[in-house]
């Protein structure tokens, strides 16, 4: 299991270097390696992968050996002398390379068994990864929301202000304070998500539910894409499996034929035979030893020749199931690949609407301090700026978990 292990610690330092860019990315890779040693599904993988394995050793047997033993309840009396009881012993072998064959068998089950480890541990790097980025698209929001809270409260004592000299309305005010409601709900709304996604998150490393996850407060899209070498998909181990499980298919081909040979036999009789009374010859009760050699011949073979028809027909299935599965896979790159690509767009579009909403912010600042304000303004003007915040930080998270589907399928 070394070198699963090794792999691993390959594989998810380039899912770091690709994902975050800062050393708080080390947060999410302790994550990692946590629920990389604790998660019961990798656990499930590893023992049935070593299960699997210890069947190369159950494959290396012979059948049982046979013995007999005999007592003669009528002794038959031979020249020699009455026959008294007899012990036998039969050993059954298989073909020349049977049991090689058998061996090899197995070996190519375990190897495709192994991918399974190899997928599972992907797709648990790919589960934390992205509940990772969800928790931090829950706090990432709620600090928004926190901000337009504390700049609504700015602009219900500038409304109050205005109220006092005739300038506003009791109207305007209470529509800010309502509006301050409204986003104090979906604070409170996100925070009840956040814990229901630190309990999902802490389940995937095996651990209690009310631990707090720390996730990084701040993360921006890289300026520049990465290259993708889409070819790395045709060696995802969800295909390799199936190219193994083709492999395993042909060493149980091999078996089949080796099975369907005869088996060879060899055995030992041993008869106790006891001396004739009163009389003095040669050989008088000399035990009688005889070697045996026997074969066993399958000559109603069809269920050889059946086998031999189902191995055929499960290689086309496997390579049915392969080409369903790489088209599947190709679909989820393209698809993963495209949604970055739209969440760069989105993110870049956003980041100029906040801006202006910005500058439109000042502008109605700077008419406050001219004597004018129009507070429906005011509350426009945030509803814009809070709506382009909130697309903002979906389009880091969705670019960051399109990153991590990408990772997981060309990594």
Not at 26 to 37: C, I, K, P, T
Not at 269 to 295: A, C, H, Q, W
Not at 314 to 337: G, V
Request: net charge positive; charged share 25%.
């Amino acid at each position: 299991m070394k070198n699963i292990d090794k792999k691993f610690q390959v594989i998810f330092a380039l899912c770091c270097l690709f994902f975050v860019f800062n050393m708080q990315s080390q947060d999410l890779q302790s994550y990692v390696e946590e629920a990389m040693a604790n998660n019961p599904i990798i656990q499930k993988f590893e023992l049935q992968y070593k299960r699997v394995s210890e069947k190369i050793n159950e494959a290396n047997t012979i059948p049982n050996t046979e013995f007999g033993a005999g007592y003669f309840a009528s002794e038959p009396e031979t020249r020699t002398g009455a026959q008294r009881f007899k012990i036998s012993v039969k050993q059954m072998l298989p073909w020349f390379g049977t049991i090689t064959s058998r061996e090899n068998y197995i070996s190519s089950v375990a190897d495709a068994t192994f991918e399974e480890v190899v997928i599972a541990k992907r797709k648990l790097i790919a589960s934390v990864s992205q509940s990772y980025y969800n928790l931090y698209e829950n706090k990432a929001k709620q600090k928004v929301l926190e901000e337009n809270i504390k700049l609504l409260k700015t602009y219900e004592i500038l409304a109050l202000t205005s109220l006092e000299v005739g300038k506003a309305s009791a109207v305007d005010v209470l529509k800010l304070q309502m509006r301050q409601n409204e986003i104090t709900q979906l604070k409170e709304v996100l925070q009840q998500r956040f814990l229901a996604e630190q309990t999902a998150f802490n389940k995937l490393l095996n651990r209690d539910k009310k631990i707090v996850v720390n996730v990084v407060s701040d993360l921006t899209i890289p300026t520049e894409n990465f290259e993708i070498d889409a070819a790395n998909l045709a060696v995802h181990p969800e295909l390799l499996k199936y190219d193994k499980l083709y492999r395993s298919i042909e060493k149980s081909e091999l078996l089949n034929q080796k099975e369907s040979s005869p088996m060879i036999g060899f055995g030992l009789d041993y008869i106790n035979v006891s001396e004739r009374p009163n009389m003095n010859f040669t050989d008088n009760g000399k035990d009688i030893l005889m070697p045996m050699v026997s074969i066993s011949i399958p000559i109603f073979n069809n269920s050889y020749k059946s086998k031999t028809k189902q191995n055929k027909l499960q290689q086309q299935e496997i390579l049915a199931k392969k080409q369903d599965r790489k088209n599947t896979l190709e679909t989820l790159l393209d698809k993963a690949i495209n949604n970055r690509i739209s969440s760069r767009i989105s993110y870049k579009t956003q980041t100029k609407n906040l801006k202006q909403a910005k500058n439109a912010e000042e502008i109605l600042i700077k008419n406050y301090e001219t004597g004018t304000i129009d507070f429906n303004d005011v509350l426009d003007i945030q509803e814009l700026q809070l709506k382009f915040q909130m697309n903002q930080i979906e389009s880091v998270k969705t670019y960051y978990v399109q990153s991590t589907i990408i990772n997981y399928l060309i990594q």
